[in-house]
């Protein structure tokens, strides 16, 4: 049996309807590249393991004993892949006609990429803002000081989320979402798996940092597309989301800016982001129903 092109690798807790629509979306599309589908369920509570056992018995299932998080849970699947390209997946992704295939073209016609994102569609039918630069401080001031909403058509503003760009084209991008997101496997063979410091988030930042940091390229193209419900996982622990939030994003600032900035900018930067923290938290508290 010749090993496949392709394994699409999908980590999931508590997503079962969802997987379903993603399993049965990938099993439906007629894309030429071979390829094979690994999931890692993290404990879920809502029969995903059983479901995917019953409905999708092609499918390589690793069913975790406890949710190991996202970042292990991505690295167990890749340890088994056998495909020569890496499709990191959410399983809130719905996988349309031909964007396995153009996914897989460009990364075949640009050497130079080390992995290629497809743009997202949301529900709506709008596009999903789904690349960012890196968190350097400048960035993280025109955050705090709200001027990328005010003026988040210009460039120097707009940076961080790229709100100045219409994702109509082709492009180097810093990072995009992890949601659809191919990467080569000789890339990950060099530079690592995911960090298992950054269990849910900043974990795709970090591998599209260190992807580039090592010299490659991370690039987005609109030619390929795909539905993304969004979020799916982590809404369903928001207050306790937006603190592991806070907490990958200062682990990445530690590994990354720690003694490569000026320490001015750098103990600035934290700053920024603990008000920023507790500014969200109280919001959230402000928000949240109150419970009788």
């Keep these: 049996m010749s090993e496949p092109t392709l394994s699409i690798c999908i980590v999931s807790w508590n997503t079962r ?5 993603c399993l049965v979306s990938i099993r439906a599309i007629s894309d030429e590249v071979t390829r094979e589908v690994i999931v ?36 167990q699947a890749i340890e088994v892949a056998r495909g020569e390209l890496i499709l990191l997946l ?3 992704i719905v996988v349309l006609e031909g964007a396995l295939d153009t996914l897989v073209r460009f990364l075949e016609d640009h050497p130079e990429a080390a992995g290629v994102a497809p743009r997202l569609v949301l529900m709506d039918g709008s596009v999903q803002a789904s690349c ?3 968190p350097t401080p400048d960035v993280v001031l025109y955050e705090a000081l709200g001027l990328s909403r005010l003026f988040p058509r210009r460039r120097r503003f707009g940076k961080y989320r790229m709100s100045w760009w219409d994702y109509d084209d082709e492009r180097p ?22 960090d298992e410091q ?10 599209c940092k260190r992807i580039w940091d090592a010299g490659r390229e991370v690039w ?9 419900v969004g979020g799916a996982s982590t809404r369903q622990v928001r207050r306790r989301m937006l603190t592991e939030s806070h907490r990958s994003f200062l682990r990445f600032y530690r590994k990354h800016y720690r003694g490569e900035i000026a320490s001015w900018k750098y103990s600035g ?3 920024l982001l603990q008000c920023g923290y507790v500014l969200r938290l109280l919001l959230h508290d402000l928000r949240a129903p109150t419970r009788r």
Excluded: K, W
């Design 198 to 207: 950054f269990p849910i988030f900043f974990n795709d930042v970090d591998l």
């Design 17 to 21: 309807d969802l997987l379903d629509a």
């Design 269 to 271: 930067a934290l700053a």
């Design 220 to 228: 987005y193209t609109s030619r390929a597309s795909m539905v993304h």
């Design 173 to 194: 991008v810093d990072q995009p979402m992890a949601s659809a997101f191919l990467v080569r496997r000789s890339v990950l063979d060099e530079i690592g798996l995911m």
């Design 132 to 134: 960012r630069s890196f």
């Design 90 to 92: 959410n399983p809130d």
């Design 40 to 75: 890692v369920d993290n404990a879920s509570a809502d029969g995903t393991a059983e479901m995917v056992r019953a409905d999708h018995p092609e499918v390589t299932l690793i069913a975790n004993a406890d949710n190991r998080g996202y970042a292990a849970g991505n690295n």
